[in-house]
């Protein structure tokens, strides 16, 4: 995929010549992305002196990626065959629950038939789709049509050969095999025939015989006796008379597909054999000086087809390296003429006989693969397949491990089995594409601890906002939209130690925008306390940077998360008491913006009884208290109300005068503008002359004392 | 490989270092203009553009490390002014500080949105390398300088971010390994291409006169070629961010040409549990011939029973060493003698070594699942490298460069070999 080696755009020396950039004290230097599979490349200077230089070159960074991101039709076929992989291990994870054995039970092999199928057809209809001339709204095609038929005759290929129909496994494969070849390879062409059947005499074009011959090799009756048809009008008699003879022969060649049991089908053949003979022994009789016509010599050609159907192994071989064919028609013929009976398991021994005289071409990797299948190497055809396209490779491995195709222990260097590793060398080809981390990280998880850790690497940075091509929104709805759609893939995988990280982050992020309720329910989601205390901070720190407003619109975001972690037992009861207070603080404050002074000065009162209150911010509630004391209409406190009051006020004035006065004031005086302890101490005198004045009030007019709420 | 975008004009100087933030969707550089910049990926197109660029040092940048996102938008430099300079992105920030003078060629960004938020003054030279921790450790970060100190700073207030605290001040050269001194003379025993070589962590420490000396004469006896001393040297770090180990980096510095894995501790003194030396049999005297290791990379192990280690240094060799955490029964290594005395203890052998850049190797580095190595040499080229089917053979995958390719495309040629 791709070159192994660029130089890139713009270059900044001639090529060769980099040494001299290193002489004036530049080098090249790198960086990896975790984004994708890209680097940063940039010129950096060999030795740093410590000083700006004097250059004022302008120095670029640039981009590469070492994978081809996946685009256009490769990304759909990626996305889709996912989907069949999801299933097979929907499969293959059900099968824990059961027998060991299970997986090779038929009911189990039918399954990876099944799905193995499904690739197949999905293949298919890839490469159809590749194939046909019309504009493209996702940009050209990255992968050619042929390289989706090279996938669709390997992935059918493997299918014919290690997934056959249970129950078949030791049926003979050799009109399998014909079938897949003449749909994969088809030979002759249907215009070769076009052009012979319009001729009224056939048999003098130069191609006549030739094409007979490959009809005949690749099973193709109905061609084949068309043109033994034509031969009633040869001149010749003798062939007339041959032909007459040929034509019940090829006519009633048994087809496995027409027997219902392997034995009457051995059988006929047999017989069908004999007849074959009695051809041999009537060309036999055909005198030498009959045997050629005005063009040729008929006889020979018409002896090499009943060589063919006799199963005369040098006759198919020579034939078909006449007609350019290579060791898989070989193989195909082999096992329709010589052996009808070929069984899977015995294949291995043909194809290695007839590779050790037709190799297979090296230069073509669909070539290898099928060597490989053919000669029951997996191991091997999954080495070229890795070269050919990753996916092929990753998909064949995935069904090879479960079907005992390949060894399950794991490398003692990789520590990854050979099917892990095929999966996870696709799955960091998908990295290449971010968008794609869904289906990236579902390989991964299928890959034991190593791949799991390596699917936790991506899952954990995929960024917490939308795609942008998705429907824009504001940032938060963005994180909480990507955040829910990470959850459920670390919901689906357990991968707890994710989930909450991305909380983190999530928290972290929400607290920079100010989305406090955000930011609770995440740390809460996350477990984490710590974080958590720091949100409520900020959003008490609102309080004293911003002012009351500010504040209480923040807070009530996080009422309702109160309540969600009171209904939990939560062994960090100190946090849920932070968040409390600065939930019921914010109240306070809604309940003056409301006027409803009654609720507020009630629970100013609570929050001191109940304790919610931190010290620090005793002063501030008491400051907050004044305005509610000096209310005109009517007495919010009752007497015992502003005794408490009193009583903090007291104890604060105490522990100032020792010296503590930096675990009370430190809230207040934040938010007196360059004000000290001091001008804090000045501000709460305030509440104690609005306290003396409250209790005057009270002695004065006790009538017109609110009730206690 | 495939080109996949470029920023024209980044830097006015030769950018000394950048560095992805967790997502990969930033980018800081940094310069010998004394600058940092900040890029932002543009999903939709792929292109980059500044979010911010200010002069964060009164010299050249040394590096630039982000720490992980759940601290917040943070990332900490470091300098040849000596000072470790801690930043910090957010929405209702002020520009940055008062030296923050834009040059007049440059668009200025809108708004500046990066913070100095501390200044760390420490060091006692040049600031090489800085790295924030792994996040599970806490808003720690570690910082490497000719003056041969690791130090470790501990952050105490984290929203400011205004108090760090340091937590270790080690000097790298004398600390002492864990291990008894029995251990050394093994080392010579091991054939240096056994590819399963132990090596033997550093003897006992030297005393503390032995010590003090050293510093006073600023090394220069005991070390060759002090003119060249900065020149010639390497000052690298990087944090196995592996949790269950505990916090452990690898710090190689001046031009001793080892890499010393450093374990941090609460409860103890820092120590060297091991020493990548390429070379161990090699007697003391030919020091002076040790190449420096200019740079060193821990890859993220993601679920392996041991950890990669990727060096790089001015020998021209990018070594991956392979580590093996302690009490860990091997039965690979055959010699029993050999295994009783590798208990307890880590070890660390080669598993590639590689000289195809045949000159200075200035960076190597991890991707994030530790699978694919990049080294960047003198030679003009960045080269990635891949571990073969099976995991026992690092191949290479693949080059970068910058020279004018060949009309009829031979310039490939001389890498063909490299096409795995």
New interface residues.
């Given amino acids: 995929m791709?070159?192994?080696?660029?130089?890139?755009?713009p270059?900044?020396?001639?090529?060769?010549?980099?040494?001299e950039?290193?002489q004036s004290?530049?080098?090249?230097?790198?960086?990896?992305?975790?984004?994708?599979?890209?680097?940063?490349?940039?010129?950096?200077?060999?030795?740093?002196?410590?000083?700006?230089?004097d250059?004022?070159?302008?120095?670029?960074?640039?981009?590469?990626?070492?994978d081809?991101?996946p685009s256009s039709e490769r990304r759909l076929f990626i996305a889709d065959t996912q989907v069949i992989f999801s299933m097979f291990h929907g499969m293959l994870e059900s099968a824990k629950t059961r027998e060991p054995s299970w997986l090779q039970s038929p009911e189990a092999l039918e399954l990876m038939r099944k799905f193995s199928v499904d690739y197949v057809n999905f293949i298919k209809e890839c490469w159809i789709h590749a194939s046909q001339p019309m504009p493209r709204a996702d940009g050209p095609l990255q992968f050619s049509a042929d390289h989706y038929r090279s996938l669709y005759s390997c992935f059918s290929l493997f299918v014919v050969l290690y997934l056959p129909e249970p129950g078949y496994e030791d049926a003979p494969v050799g009109e399998d095999l014909m079938e897949w070849l003449n749909i994969h390879f088809i030979e002759p062409s249907t215009e070769e025939g076009d052009h012979l059947s319009s001729l009224d005499k056939p048999w003098e074009d130069d191609d006549f015989w030739p094409y007979l011959k490959r009809v005949t090799l690749r099973g193709l009756t109905k061609a084949s006796l068309f043109f033994f048809n034509t031969l009633l009008q040869h001149p010749s008699e003798d062939l007339r008379e041959l032909a007459k003879t040929i034509i019940p022969v090829v006519e009633s060649q048994p087809r496995l597909q027409n027997f219902s049991a392997e034995r009457d089908f051995a059988f006929a053949s047999r017989r069908w054999k004999d007849r074959v003979k009695a051809v041999r022994i009537e060309m036999d009789r055909v005198p030498e000086e009959n045997r050629f016509d005005d063009f040729e010599n008929w006889w020979d050609s018409l002896s090499d087809i009943v060589g063919i159907l006799e199963g005369r192994n040098a006759v198919i071989q020579r034939v078909c390296e006449d007609l350019g064919a290579d060791w898989k028609e070989v193989c195909a013929a082999w096992g329709i003429f010589s052996d009808s009976r070929l069984r899977r398991q015995d294949l291995v021994d043909v194809a290695a006989e007839v590779l050790e005289t037709m190799p297979p071409d090296p230069t073509n990797l669909e070539d290898m693969i099928h060597s490989a299948l053919f000669s029951g190497k997996p191991e091997q055809a999954l080495?070229h397949a890795?070269q050919f396209d990753t996916w092929l490779s990753a998909h064949f491995a995935d069904i090879m491990e479960p079907l005992g195709l390949l060894e399950i222990d794991e490398?003692?260097?990789?520590?990854?089995s050979?099917r892990d590793?095929y999966i996870?060398s696709y799955a960091?080809y998908l990295?290449s594409d971010?968008t794609q981390w869904k289906t990236t990280v579902a390989y991964m998880y299928t890959c034991?601890?190593?791949?799991?850790?390596?699917g936790d690497?991506?899952l954990v940075?995929?960024?917490l906002r939308l795609?942008?091509?998705e429907t824009p929104s504001t940032p938060e709805e963005a994180i909480a939209q990507a955040v829910k759609e990470i959850s459920e893939v670390c919901f689906n995988h357990q991968r707890e130690a994710v989930r909450r990280?991305v909380c983190?982050?999530a928290?972290?992020?929400c607290v920079?925008?100010k989305d406090y309720g955000l930011a609770v329910s995440y740390c809460i989601s996350a477990e984490d306390w710590v974080?958590l205390g720091?949100v409520i901070?900020?959003i008490l720190d609102e309080y004293i940077k911003n002012g009351a407003t500010a504040f209480a619109k923040q807070a009530s975001k996080i009422a309702p998360s109160v309540q969600e972690l009171q209904s939990r037992t939560v062994s960090e009861a100190i946090f849920v008491h932070r968040l409390v207070f600065a939930v019921r603080y914010s109240q306070i404050h809604r309940y003056k913006l409301e006027q409803d002074f009654t609720s507020a000065a009630s629970d100013i009162v609570t929050l001191f009884r109940e304790e919610i209150a931190p010290k620090s911010w005793w002063p501030v509630l008491l400051c907050d208290s004044v305005e509610l004391l000096q209310y005109g209409p009517t007495l919010l406190f009752s007497t015992s109300d502003a005794a408490e009051l009193l009583s903090k006020l007291e104890e604060i004035s105490i522990r100032a005068s020792q010296g503590s006065g930096d675990d009370y004031l430190s809230v207040l005086t934040r938010t007196i503008k360059g004000g000290g302890e001091k001008e804090a101490l000045e501000r709460l005198k305030v509440v104690r002359l609005a306290l003396a004045r409250y209790f005057a009030r009270c002695t004065v007019g006790s009538d017109r004392h609110a009730s206690p709420a | 490989m495939i080109q996949t975008g470029l920023i024209q004009n980044a830097h006015s100087d030769l950018v000394t270092d950048a560095s992805y933030d967790f997502y990969g969707l930033r980018l800081a550089t940094c310069s010998l203009d004394q600058r940092i910049k900040v890029w932002q990926l543009d999903e939709e197109n792929g292109t980059w553009k500044v979010e911010d660029d200010w002069k964060a040092h009164d010299a050249a940048v040394s590096r630039v490390s982000w720490a992980h996102p759940e601290f917040g938008s943070i990332i900490a430099s470091s300098s040849f002014d000596r000072t470790v300079k801690i930043w910090e992105h957010s929405p209702d920030a002020q520009p940055p500080t008062v030296n923050g003078n834009g040059s007049a060629s440059q668009s200025q960004p809108s708004s500046s949105k990066w913070a100095e938020r501390a200044v760390l003054l420490d060091a006692r030279g040049t600031v090489r390398a800085v790295a924030f921790a792994p996040h599970h450790f806490g808003l720690k970060l570690a910082t490497i300088s000719t003056d041969n100190f690791l130090r470790v700073y501990e952050c105490l207030e984290q929203p400011s971010l205004a108090t760090w605290q340091l937590s270790e001040e080690i000097d790298v050269h004398t600390l002492p390994s864990t291990s008894s001194t029995s251990v050394h003379s093994r080392a010579h025993t091991v054939a240096l291409a056994t590819p399963t070589q132990t090596i033997a962590p550093e003897g006992a420490s030297p005393s503390l006169v032995a010590q003090a000396l050293l510093q006073q004469q600023g090394s220069a006896a005991s070390r060759p070629g002090f003119g060249n001393r900065e020149a010639d040297g390497g000052w690298c770090i990087s944090w196995c961010r592996d949790r269950y180990w505990g916090e452990i980096l690898a710090a190689g510095c001046g031009i001793s040409g080892i890499i010393k894995i450093i374990q941090l501790s609460p409860s103890r003194r820092p120590t060297t549990i091991l020493v990548l030396d390429p070379s161990p049999s090699a007697p003391v005297a030919d020091a002076d011939k040790a190449f420096a290791v200019t740079c060193v990379s821990w890859a993220p192990s993601c679920g392996r029973s041991y950890h990669l280690i990727a060096t790089g240094g001015r020998d021209g060799h990018v070594r991956i060493w392979k580590v093996k955490p302690a009490a860990d029964d091997d039965g690979e290594q055959g010699d029993d003698a050999e295994m009783s005395g590798d208990e307890g203890r880590w070890t660390a052998s080669v598993v590639g070594d590689f000289d195809e850049h045949q000159s200075t190797v200035g960076r190597v580095e991890w991707n994030v699942t530790g699978t694919v190595l990049s080294s960047a040499g003198n030679d003009g080229r960045v080269r990635l490298w891949k571990a073969a089917l099976g995991g026992n053979i690092w191949r290479p995958a693949g080059s970068v460069g910058v020279e004018q390719a060949e009309e009829t495309g031979t310039d490939g040629d001389k890498d063909v070999d490299m096409q795995s």
């Fill in positions: 791709g070159t192994q080696n660029i130089n890139l755009l270059p900044l020396v001639e090529s060769g010549r980099f040494e950039l290193v004290g530049q080098t090249i230097s790198a960086t990896t992305s975790p984004f994708d599979n890209s680097l940063a490349i940039f010129l950096s200077p060999t030795n740093i002196s410590g000083f700006k230089s250059s004022d070159q302008e120095e670029p960074v640039y981009f590469a990626s070492y081809v991101v080495r890795s490398s003692a260097e990789s520590e990854l050979r590793e996870l960091e990295h971010p034991g601890d190593i791949g799991r850790e390596r690497e991506v940075r995929v960024p795609h942008p091509s990280t983190r982050v928290a972290q992020t920079r925008h974080s720091r901070d900020s």
